[in-house]
């Protein structure tokens, strides 16, 4: 059994309205697969006393298209997006990033929503939503807020979300160019990212970075190199914009040769 | 394959077996678990329903589980995982712990048919779910072909992961899965096997689908 000392207390909602009216009035955390949050609980590092269980809003778990734009539910789950044909058709890369992400028993479970809020850099799903410009939709008891993926962020696992939203969607307008994804991690499977790149190439291009810094980045320097200059050109404004660390899961100077390659794969291998 | 684990037959004279005197016992010691030893003993009777004789212990909370087909009404400790509950408080102890993070997938059981993790749920998550583990899906006089398969192949070593793995494998059977080895190694990729049992696995499941196996990769 758990050694941590703590209690615990789970309410369960039925409506995204009753959530967030239980939300307005007492902080809890939400639970929605909860490969994370468990994770946490297991870990005894999660000092959060209060959830609650969002699996059942079923209200969240669609994938549909509104006026060309990718709508992805915050509920919807890795197998989901795998499985789901408007995904494949306009975001083929999430499918690359969804079918790498834990095992089936987690890709299962685990959501797009949770990947999101949680907000780890190394969220395999967050270089796609920063590559293409996606935008998070937030409710709260009576109001709703759309924020740009790019501006979610404020700090390693800090986002603008407040206590009181949820993360209800995820839009993804129509993505015209190549999309590619590349993960590497220690194995394909059950591994967290070392480093996660993202990228589309269209008129220009738009590559975002996981792993190597405090949050999902865009490489903007690279991507005005790319646009108007050579691919080494492109490498010289790379090592002027990446500047990771070292940590348990690789070194900082893994990482910066690891993207370097990648994104002069990614430009190849979209040519 | 017959889970050494599988809940007690009474097979021993006295009607008390190794393993189910280890488990009461350390039942016994466990508090928030009190509930534990007239549900193992209705499960060993095949009783379908049991409630809660023992007196409620502070902090613990009542909770009702649909386990193999069973009404289980039984009071826990609200932080207990799925797979705790089914191993201490259900004493099904088919269900493995072997990372209790994610990661390994020795817990692998069935949640309204959908293969999950038991060691990232808790219980409490649960009520009103179809609950299936490996003692659900066969028993020793009467193998599912999952199970078989693996018993013909040798998909195992020790036997740890076993439970998990067979569990995964049948909810492969109706996942979209390519026809290829390398397409079951993908949707198996969940469940580790230190003993490093892949290649009998993959021929067990293959057997099963009605693929010969491949071996590309
Ligand atoms: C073995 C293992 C392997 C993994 N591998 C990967 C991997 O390869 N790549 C990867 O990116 N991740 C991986 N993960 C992490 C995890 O599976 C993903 O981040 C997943 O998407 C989380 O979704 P969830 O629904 O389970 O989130 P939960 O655990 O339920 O929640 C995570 C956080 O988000 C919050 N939250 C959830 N939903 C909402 C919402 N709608 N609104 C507001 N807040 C919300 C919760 O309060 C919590 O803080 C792995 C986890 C495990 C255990
Ligand atoms: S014990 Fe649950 S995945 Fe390892
Ligand atoms: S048979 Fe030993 S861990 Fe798989």
């Known amino acids: 059994m758990k050694t941590a000392l703590s209690t615990l207390e789970m309410r369960r909602a039925t409506s995204v309205a009753e959530a967030l009216e239980i939300l307005r009035d007492e902080p809890r955390m939400p639970i929605a697969g909860a490969t994370d949050v468990y994770v946490g609980l297991n870990f005894g590092t999660l000092p959060e006393l209060r959830y609650l269980d969002i699996w059942a809003l079923d209200e969240l778990r669609t994938i549909t298209v509104n006026e060309d734009v990718l709508v992805l539910g915050a509920l919807a789950t890795y197998t989901m997006m795998v499985a789901s044909a408007l995904v494949q058709e306009r975001l083929p890369m999430m499918i690359e990033a969804a079918r790498q992400v834990g095992g089936p028993q987690i890709q299962n479970r685990g959501t797009i929503g949770g990947n999101i809020a949680n907000g780890s850099p190394a969220g395999d799903s967050l270089p796609v939503l920063a590559a293409c410009d996606a935008v998070v939709v937030l409710q709260s008891a009576g109001a709703e807020r759309r924020v740009k993926f790019t501006e979610f962020y404020t700090g390693y696992r800090k986002t ?36 996660v790149v993202a990228g589309v190439r269209g008129e220009g291009a738009r590559i975002a970075v996981g792993s190597i810094a405090p949050t999902v980045i865009r490489l903007t320097a690279t991507e005005r190199a790319l646009a108007t200059g050579s691919l080494d050109e492109a490498m010289v404004a790379l090592r002027g914009e990446v500047n990771p660390i070292d940590d348990i899961r690789s070194t900082a100077d893994y990482r910066k040769r690891v993207t370097e390659n990648l994104v002069r794969r990614f430009w190849t291998e979209t040519a | 394959m017959h889970d050494p684990d599988a809940p007690d037959h009474d097979d021993a004279p006295s009607g008390l077996t190794r393993r189910n005197f280890l488990t009461r016992a350390g039942a016994a010691g466990i508090a928030g678990v009190a509930a534990s030893i007239p549900l193992a003993a209705a499960l060993a009777e ?3 329903e049991a409630t809660d004789a023992a007196p409620d212990i502070p902090g613990t909370v009542p909770i009702a589980l649909r ?30 712990k072997g990372c209790d993070h994610g990661q390994c997938g020795a817990c692998t059981v069935h949640v309204n048919g959908e293969r999950v993790n038991s060691c ?24 599912h072909p999952m199970q078989a398969a693996f018993v013909a192949h040798d998909g195992y070593q020790c036997g740890y992961c076993t439970s998990g793995q067979i569990m995964s494998a ?13 397409d079951v190694k993908e949707l198996m990729s969940g469940n580790i096997c230190r003993c490093g049992a892949y290649p009998n696995i993959v021929a067990a499941i293959q057997d099963v689908r009605g693929n010969s196996p491949m071996r590309q990769g």
């Open chain 1, 160 to 195: 603008v979300m407040r206590r009181d939203e949820l993360v209800v969607a995820v839009e993804v307008p129509r993505v015209s160019g190549r999309q590619w994804f590349r993960k590497v991690g220690t194995r394909a499977a059950q591994a967290i990212s070392k480093v």
């Open chain 2, 120 to 143: 990232l749920r808790l219980a409490l998550m649960h009520e009103g779910d179809d609950i299936t583990t490996i003692e659900g899906i066969g028993s020793p006089d009467a193998l």
């Open chain 2, 170 to 182: 049948v909810a492969l059977m109706k996942e979209p899965c390519g026809p290829r080895d390398s």
């Open chain 2, 67 to 96: 386990v193999n087909g069973a009404t289980l009404r039984m009071r826990i400790d609200p932080r207990a995982t799925l797979l705790d509950t089914l191993r201490e408080s259900v004493h099904l102890t088919g269900t493995k």
């Open chain 2, 46 to 48: 095949g009783v379908p």
